[in-house]
């Protein structure tokens, strides 16, 4: 299990971070919520050790993983996708995923790049593939698979379907929900309520750096507090 206890992370003046506290259960997904500037790439970061901590603590099974440099973080077992997509473009399929095992010091196999592409939802893909020269979802899907391919008990997923279409959106629930089901502990920054509903077991709602409601995504829809400060005042509808 991976747990932030009372979080907290500064940038300057600002509190990007405040007393946040969450876990990630293995098998389970939770969804992160919130509006722009709310604090939840953030939340990424200081767990995968790309954000110094000014308080609190992240602890993966009990062990401390604050204060520990990415590499580190990464090969304990936690793996991330990024808002904008972050592949290696100039390298193929199989280099990206090369880079995503990387951590594990150790070759990775054909058998086993046909698997994560897989898993990602991909498989229709080639290895020898260029990345940039994929269509954008997957691209985005390649990106996944990266993150598998550190063999992770820890998936943090930073707005996955931002740039899919319905459909695509659609089909990566399945692709979540079979992710979580191998035994992953899942976090899914989204801002598509109809991905979160289908896709998260929990939810957890940032405001300004703080947990403003947490429960499950029903409870979570019809709460008023979310609904005043985000829900109600975008695009998206609690209905
Ligand atoms: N490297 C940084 N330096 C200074 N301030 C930062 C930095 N990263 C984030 N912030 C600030 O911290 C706050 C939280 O930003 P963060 O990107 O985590 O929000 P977010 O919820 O992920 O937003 P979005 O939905 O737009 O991605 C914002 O006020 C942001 O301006």
Redesign the pocket.
């Given at each position: 299990m991976l747990a932030l206890d009372r979080v907290g992370v500064r940038?300057?003046g600002?509190n990007?971070l405040r007393d946040v506290s969450l876990e990630l259960q293995p098998g389970s997904v939770l969804g992160l919520i919130?509006?722009?500037?709310?604090?939840?790439?953030?939340?990424v970061?200081a767990t995968t050790g790309l954000a110094p901590l000014a308080s609190g603590t992240v602890t993966l099974d009990g062990a401390r993983l604050d204060g520990l440099p990415p590499h580190r973080i990464a090969r304990a077992g936690i793996a991330r996708t990024y808002?904008n997509i972050r592949l290696f473009g100039a390298l193929d399929v199989r280099g990206n995923l090369a880079a995503g095992a990387f951590s594990r010091r150790e070759r990775l196999a054909d058998n086993e790049i046909a698997t994560l592409l897989e898993r990602a939802g991909i498989a229709h893909v080639a290895p020898t593939a260029q990345a940039r020269s994929l269509p954008y979802g997957d691209q985005r899907r390649l990106e996944i698979a990266r993150a598998l391919a550190a063999r992770p008990n820890v998936v943090m997923l930073d707005?996955p379907a931002a740039g899919m279409n319905p459909s695509e959106t659609g089909r990566l629930v399945d692709t979540i929900r079979a992710i979580a089901a191998s035994g992953v502990a899942m976090l899914l920054?989204e801002?598509d309520m109809t991905l979160v509903r289908a896709a998260c077991d929990r939810v957890v709602v940032?405001n300004f750096?703080q947990v403003i409601a947490r429960g499950t995504p029903a409870e979570i829809a019809r709460d008023p507090v979310v609904v005043e400060a985000y829900l109600g005042t975008g695009a998206e509808s609690p209905a």
């Open positions: 940038y300057g600002v990007a919130g509006p722009n500037g709310a604090g939840k790439t953030t939340l970061n808002q707005e920054i801002h940032l750096g």
